[in-house]
């Protein structure tokens, strides 16, 4: 887990290289072919309008990033607490999981009008935005994880007369962690989508603002600029929630697709 | 010091009569005579205090639901079992009976010595910390896992997880250790150490111990006495004594008597495959049948 670091810029030379290669084509296809700037800006001018407009992207990154950031932790607090709810209280899980099964069929991207609607331009639609896109794979993971732990285990602890509630403390919550942490990754990225479609829907600052903003100016390069930010701050997200697991469930089995056998 | 030490020979801590076992409600097993739903029917079983005795026969005998029902964690649907003198689920409350099970089961985030204590501190935690992890830490010692304390189960052997897994069972202080299959995940040099050790527990702790095995040659070296079970309709259908002399080791294996005493038990086993009409399933029972009986 702890490799030197050598090792670790070697896994990812790879990609960095194979990135370097699609951009410098890129950067070649739009000069060879003649393509205006409008319809697909080259690489080198999505640099140019991320300088000029430096002041103004870094302004929607800290408007777009709160919005993630509020969602997510709202997210996940309601997908865990709902895995707890299930688990802890049968009957009510039995009510609750295909209603929730049902909810997430619901086209969320849908729901954006309305909550605009309800809660007006600020921060609480893109919020509530981002809590129904993202609690379900939050729910869906700490639900395997409570439930995972071995059978002999759970019959060890009840020979010795251990109660239900002990059981969840000691050893289903604990076990649930790792389960908890892979669904908060899948629940960062649908968050930063939902921030996004949120802004879309309807907002007066933010990335997605800034997006929807610069294409009805036609100025593409910003639009594809305001794109480079939002992936920056989505893969930011992701790796901090790494840097979180590693912290939190260090005894955990990491899966690493770099080092695949 | 047991009070009724003098009284030893005849002391029996655990007596099943015409025990019958079964998971009510099911529909699991049918076909089957008497409520459709028995596993096991008809099962005299007595064990001494202190004896050291396995329970052996083909996949699905339920030797193992008869160990459950010995843990209490699994209820009589017919007959009497009494363990130390009251009901299994009574006996396992008062952490008279330590549970061993094929898998480990030890919890991945808790030191081996956290994972020893685990058991005790859910059923006793008015002990209190420091005294549960003093108990737990002379087990593990006990096991031979003297400097293994603070280490995570991942970095722990196979072996040496099952290590922890009877010293948790130790740490309760039971007077019955029950063993499902303990050591069938272990290689075989493992599993043959492993042996030794659990010989070593019993002449050091004189506890008693019902061991459940695929293994004749384990059962051999380990037991006193060894039940074979058979199956449809699962019962006891022999019980072997071993006359071999304790202390036992690698050079019990030498003797003429253990050799007589495996032909035996092998020659009931294969007579219980024959009556079950299911000859081809003696050979490889070893990891096919996890959790199965």
Known sequence: ?261 | MRVVAEQRATDILISAEDLALGYPGSAAFPGTTGGGTNVIEHVDLKVRRGAIVSLIGPSGCGKSTLLKAIAGLVAPTGGTIRVGGTTPSEAARRRQVGMVLQDATLLPWKSALDNAGFLLSLAAPELGRAEIRRRAGENLRLVGLEGAEGKLPRQLSGGMKQRVAIARALTLSPEILLLDEPFGALDAITREEMSYLLLEIWERTQKTIVLVTHSIDEAVLLCSDVHVMGARPARIIERVTVPLPYPRDQHSFEDARFRETEAVLREHLLASHGRAHAPQRAANQGAANRGAA
């Open chain 1, 1 to 261: 887990m702890s490799r030197p670091a050598q090792f670790r810029f070697l896994d990812a030379a790879p990609s960095l290289i194979l990135g370097v290669i699609l951009i410098g084509l890129w950067e070649a296809a739009i000069h060879l072919l003649d393509v205006n700037a409008f319809v697909v800006p080259a690489p080198s001018s999505i640099a140019i309008s991320l300088v000029q407009n430096a002041a103004l992207l870094a302004e929607a990154t800290l408007v777009t990033a709160k919005e993630v950031l509020v969602g997510f932790v709202l997210a996940t607090l309601c997908g865990a607490a709902l895995a707890l709810l299930i688990v802890r209280f049968r009957m009510l899980g039995r009510a609750l999981y295909p209603i929730i099964v049902l909810f997430q069929t619901v086209p969320k991207v849908a729901l954006a009008p309305i909550f605009i609607l309800w809660f007006g331009y600020d921060l609480s639609p893109k919020v509530m935005l981002i809590v129904v896109i993202a609690f379900f794979p939050v729910t869906l993971d700490m639900l395997a994880g409570l439930q995972s732990v071995d059978p002999g285990l759970v019959a060890l602890m009840r020979s010795v007369s251990a109660r239900d509630n002990d059981i969840l403390l000691r050893v289903r919550i604990p076990n649930a962690l790792p389960h908890l942490m892979a669904g908060m990754k899948i629940a960062i990225t649908l968050s930063v989508i939902g921030a996004i479609v949120g802004e879309f829907a309807g907002a007066s600052a933010g990335l997605g603002y800034t997006i929807q903003f610069a294409s009805t100016q036609l100025d593409t390069p910003m639009v594809f600029a305001a794109l480079v930010v939002v992936s920056v701050v989505g893969v930011a997200f992701y790796y901090l929630i790494e840097l979180l697991e590693r912290a939190v469930t260090p005894w955990a089995p990491k899966f690493d697709p770099a080092h695949q056998h």
